[in-house]
């Protein structure tokens, strides 16, 4: 038991990450889900852009989950995985300028991504949603890139600037 706990404590950040990753997923994929839904009256709208013609819903349905989901991921990687324990404005405006400005880099390659591989063949229907599999493989490489932004440019340091200036909760 002494060892699994030694484990757990050595690799909290990256399961705490890896488990509000889930979560932030799930907020993603379901609100992507009722979206699609609610944009599809615009299944025959779309516009091109990289020579490739995008379906308005698709396009509107992820950059609103996107929204939500990094909503949603500002505040439980501040909060349980990066334990940045100030609320003072002085840290929580930059990290939270941080975190948008490198969460915009990632949305756009969402944003992007899930209407080209769609535009692309990758137009799967998974649990009766347009796009799902191209959602899923996009959201992957998402995943990734956020860890890396939020671990070497939105959260370091933070916490001992808290500590310094008695901010700290």
Not at 108 to 128: A, K
Not at 137 to 149: E, G, P, T
């Amino acid at each position: 038991m002494d060892k699994i706990l030694k484990l757990y404590k050595k690799y909290y950040e990256v399961i705490a990450y890896l488990f509000w990753g889930v979560m932030c997923t799930l907020v993603s994929f379901g609100t992507y889900a009722v979206f699609i839904r609610l944009f599809r009256g615009m299944k025959n709208a779309s516009f091109r852009m990289f020579g490739t013609e995008f379906a308005m819903n698709i396009f509107w349905a992820t950059a609103l989950s996107w929204l939500c989901a990094v909503s949603f991921a500002f505040v439980t990687n501040k909060i349980r995985v990066f334990r940045s324990p100030s609320w003072a404005p002085g840290v929580v405006f930059p990290e939270l300028f941080k975190f948008f400005g490198a969460r915009i880099v990632t949305g756009i390659v969402e944003i992007v991504g899930v209407p080209l591989l769609v535009s692309l063949g990758m137009n799967q229907v998974l649990f009766h949603t347009e796009g799902f599999l191209a959602k899923i493989v996009i959201n992957v490489i998402v995943i990734i890139l956020n860890y890396v932004f939020s671990k070497l440019f939105v959260f370091r340091g933070d916490k001992e600037d808290a500590k310094a200036d008695g901010t700290a909760c």
